[in-house]
């Protein structure tokens, strides 16, 4: 498939001669081509339009045939085949297996979704018949459902050229809801997101469907995003990416004549709680784990732990050691761009120059775009007293908080920002200072989890992947999971409508076969 550097307005290619990029290989330092030409205003108000014109025909055809649509498009991306794969190699410096991993899962959401579309819950379908005898006033009639909440645009991420960009989450989320889609694709990958964005452009078509339905924006710099998030069509926005970057969106959003959400993610570093029984029964295996968790990927996820806590002893020394010397022994690895790559050299640097703070150990150093893995250590005091220590640094790091009692771990619990995750390594000596723990975390965070570690989220039906600010925009969502679907839905309820005008989801006859709440309970 020949890739053009043409953005997808619904079923044709731009014919704007925008400014003009190319794509980065991070691992060879050279760039991609074809010459890639930056969306304009122009570009934007087409989609944006062609979005609006497809809404509610799109919305309202049967979930069936949703369903289908999300199907046939995971069918089109494994049809691409290995060429996919290749391009998003070089594009990121991301290995195959990885990729291949992605790739899989990008699938596996859609067919989620299209099982969601098929069950019919997500239409939250309520029914309280009129009671005209009612004294001493009668009830009227009254049905509720879920509409999509319209045109939606979504960010594709760096870090996941295939599971959080142009057909993932977000996206599949949106269609699945009944909302049109434009993608901005992300520019560290723009070939991959070409490839992936025809692959949906081709299922629109076969399901005969509007064209408006998708598209696809290519283009660098913040000039574009913020004209997608300002056009009047577009009813809410997916984001993975920084915190600057969530919130320039946000921002943006708010200032428009009708605001419109903004669900970003943005900001995590997904403590991990190192329990003492836990600690003195296993300290060699969690500590290997640990690393692990950190380095891979290049640490370059947003569940990285990038904090570890855990009470001052000769346990938590030894388990500080034994992960210090597992960082020596780990290599440096490519990161997915050169600004990415500056950042984390940034972040490492800010770190070691904190006078409270120490390096226990840092992995073999390489040239290029490679982060070398850093583990620090410092002082709850310190962490409490100094911001510095606070901030996410988007790589293969971690700082270690040693902290005097239990009292002093519970107020570093209570001074941390919103995370995606906590982690608990524990073991059953632990569950009292599990249980002061729990009430704070679920406050702090979006998943809560034992004995494991957070890089690596299920795409389920029981996943949260959100949580309070940084970590995401709004707290009451998640991106991950079946869930999801609800960020771009909102209710509407009739009141005394004739069985024939109300929509197939509220009708007494129940024809799309779903579970209805009538009078307070479950029907189908």
């Given at each position: 498939m020949t890739i053009t550097g043409k953005s997808l307005i619904g079923s044709s290619y731009s014919t704007s001669n925008g400014t003009v990029f190319q794509a980065f290989d991070p691992t060879l330092g050279t760039e991609i081509g074809p010459n890639f030409h930056s969306a304009d205003q122009c570009d934007v108000e087409h989609a944006c339009d062609l979005a609006q014109a497809a809404f509610d025909i799109y919305r309202?055809?049967?979930?069936?045939?949703?369903?289908?649509?999300?199907?046939?498009?995971?069918?089109?991306?494994?049809?691409?085949?290995?060429?996919?794969?290749?391009?998003?190699?070089a594009e990121s410096g991301l290995p195959r297996v990885r990729l291949e991993g992605e790739r899989s899962r990008t699938i596996a959401q859609l067919r989620l979704f299209a099982a969601v579309l098929r069950e019919g819950s997500w239409n939250d379908a309520r029914i309280d018949p009129a009671i005209p005898e009612r004294l001493p006033l009668p009830r009227v009639d009254l049905r509720l459902r879920n509409i999509a909440i319209g045109p939606v645009a979504v960010f594709g991420a760096s870090n996941f050229p295939l599971a959080f960009s142009v057909a993932g989450g977000d996206t599949a989320a949106a269609l699945a809801a009944g909302c049109p889609v434009v993608v901005k694709a992300h520019p560290a990958h723009p070939g991959t997101s070409e490839l992936v964005g025809r692959a949906i452009q081709q299922a629109v078509v076969a399901s005969k469907l509007p064209e408006g339905v998708f598209s696809l924006l290519t283009g660098i710099g913040n000039a574009l995003g913020s004209m997608?998030?300002?056009?009047?069509?577009?009813?809410?926005?997916?984001?993975?990416?920084?915190?600057?970057?969530?919130?320039?969106?946000?921002?943006?959003?708010?200032?428009?004549?009708?605001?419109?959400?903004?669900?970003?993610?943005?900001?995590?570093?997904?403590?991990?709680?190192?329990?003492?029984?836990?600690?003195?029964?296993?300290?060699?295996?969690?500590?290997?784990?640990?690393?692990?968790?950190?380095?891979?990927?290049?640490?370059?996820?947003?569940?990285?732990?990038?904090?570890?806590?855990?009470?001052?002893?000769?346990?938590?020394?030894?388990?500080?050691?034994?992960?210090?010397?597992?960082?020596?022994?780990?290599?440096?690895?490519?990161?997915?761009?050169?600004?990415?790559?500056?950042?984390?050299?940034?972040?490492?640097?800010?770190?070691?120059?904190?006078?409270?703070?120490?390096?226990?150990?840092?992995?073999?150093?390489?040239?290029?775009?490679?982060?070398?893995?850093?583990?620090?250590?410092?002082?709850?005091?310190?962490?409490?007293?100094?911001?510095?220590?606070?901030?996410?640094?988007?790589?293969?790091?971690?700082?270690?908080?040693?902290?005097?009692?239990?009292?002093?771990?519970?107020?570093?619990?209570?001074?941390?920002?919103?995370?995606?995750?906590?982690?608990?390594?524990?073991?059953?000596?632990?569950?009292?200072?599990?249980?002061?723990?729990?009430?704070?975390?679920?406050?702090?965070?979006?998943?809560?989890?034992?004995?494991?570690?957070?890089?690596?989220?299920?795409?389920?039906?029981?996943?949260?992947?959100?949580g309070p600010f940084p970590a995401t925009s709004d707290s009451r969502s998640t991106s991950v999971g079946s869930a999801a679907i609800y960020r771009f839905l909102r209710p509407v309820s009739y009141q005394n409508l004739a069985q024939d005008l109300l929509p197939a989801a509220v009708q007494d006859a129940n024809p799309l076969h779903i579970w209805q709440r009538r009078d307070g309970r479950l029907w189908r």
């Open positions: 309202e055809i049967n979930p069936e045939v949703r369903a289908g649509f999300l199907e046939m498009i995971g069918q089109y991306i494994l049809d691409i085949g290995d060429e996919l794969i290749v391009r998003a190699m997608l998030v300002q056009n009047a069509q577009i009813q809410a926005v997916g984001f993975t990416g920084s915190r600057q970057g969530g919130l320039a969106l946000m921002k943006v959003a708010a200032a428009r004549m009708q605001p419109i959400p903004v669900y970003a993610e943005m900001s995590s570093i997904n403590p991990i709680y190192l329990l003492p029984a836990a600690l003195a029964a296993r300290a060699d295996t969690i500590a290997r784990n640990f690393v692990d968790s950190v380095t891979m990927g290049a640490g370059q996820f947003c569940t990285n732990p990038g904090l570890v806590l855990g009470l001052a002893g000769a346990d938590f020394e030894r388990f500080a050691q034994l992960a210090g010397k597992e960082f020596t022994q780990r290599s440096a690895a490519t990161m997915l761009t050169a600004g990415i790559h500056a950042a984390y050299q940034h972040g490492v640097a800010t770190l070691a120059a904190q006078a409270d703070v120490k390096q226990l150990g840092q992995g073999v150093a390489a040239d290029g775009y490679q982060a070398t893995p850093t583990l620090f250590a410092t002082s709850a005091h310190a962490f409490l007293n100094n911001p510095n220590l606070s901030a996410e640094v988007f790589g293969p790091v971690s700082l270690m908080i040693a902290c005097e009692n239990e009292a002093e771990l519970l107020q570093v619990t209570e001074h941390l920002e919103g995370q995606l995750t906590a982690t608990l390594q524990m073991d059953d000596g632990d569950k009292a200072l599990v249980r002061r723990l729990l009430p704070l975390l679920e406050r702090k965070v979006g998943r809560i989890l034992a004995n494991s570690f957070p890089t690596g989220v299920e795409v389920s039906h029981a996943m949260v992947h959100g």
